[in-house]
């Protein structure tokens, strides 16, 4: 059947079932994938929470859209009677997570673009700090 988008939001309804993985679980992949990057900070557990739960709404949205049997249109009977070709709703809540959720990925340095802005921002920190220590180290 036709899942509303609240219920692939696991917000009531069939969604959620066996495969997918609960927020804790993704929170603490999303923390290891930080740390052996080497970007982990106290500051982004907010982050990585939002990212963790977004997560488990997309392995819903995934579910069910594989369980709808994966076409991306569907028949849709409106209030009026009439028969629609629309987007698959799962398919669009699942679309949207991944757009989401990449942009959290990226913030927290898990994709090369984010890992090489985390590292020159890093660098540039070190930097300021260094020519402090020398115009320090001149009596400046």
Known sequence: GLYTRGQI??????????????????????????????????CFVSVIDTLANLMEKRDNAKQLFEESGGQTVIEYTNKAGATNMVKNP????????DTLALSYWR???????????????????????????????LGI
């Open 9 to 42: 939001l696991g917000k009531g309804g069939p969604a959620g079932g066996d495969r997918a993985l609960k927020a804790a679980t993704w929170k603490k992949r999303i923390m290891k994938a930080c740390e052996e990057a080497g970007t982990y900070r106290e």
């Open 90 to 97: 799962a398919l669009v809540v699942l679309m949207d997570c």
């Open 107 to 137: 913030d927290l340095g898990l994709t090369p673009a984010g890992l090489k802005k985390l590292k020159a921002d890093a660098m540039k920190e070190e930097n300021r700090q260094s020519f402090g220590d020398v115009l320090a180290s």
